[in-house]
């Protein structure tokens, strides 16, 4: 297993327009993608993701890590399958949290 390339923060839609303006105009973040409900900021080799969740209440942090197989990968972890957590399209992998809740992207690593 590596990192993968994505962190996303999933904020809730009261704090969304404050938070990427943080990220964007005080810590200076350059913008790397502009979605309908998310902001990419680069983040050294990474991208990091302002995510809005109209329905969600509270911040999380959702990371990705990467395994050439991850059904593998997920049953050496022992954690939960959580696909439930949102739609994964053209991805070849699982949703799946830590002790602690964070949720990790599982996934294979789509060479371009």
Known sequence: MEAGKNIAIKVPLHRWEDTV???RDK???PVARELENSTGFEFG???LWI????HQSQVDIW???FDDDPDAALSRLG????NELEPLTDVTGHWTS???GTVILLRK???A
């Open 21 to 23: 303006a943080f990220y």
């Open 27 to 29: 810590v200076g973040l």
């Open 45 to 47: 080799s990474l991208t």
């Open 51 to 54: 995510d809005r969740v109209p």
């Open 63 to 65: 990371i990705e890590v």
């Open 79 to 82: 954690s939960p399958k959580r």
């Open 98 to 100: 830590d002790p602690a």
């Open 109 to 111: 690593e789509q060479m």
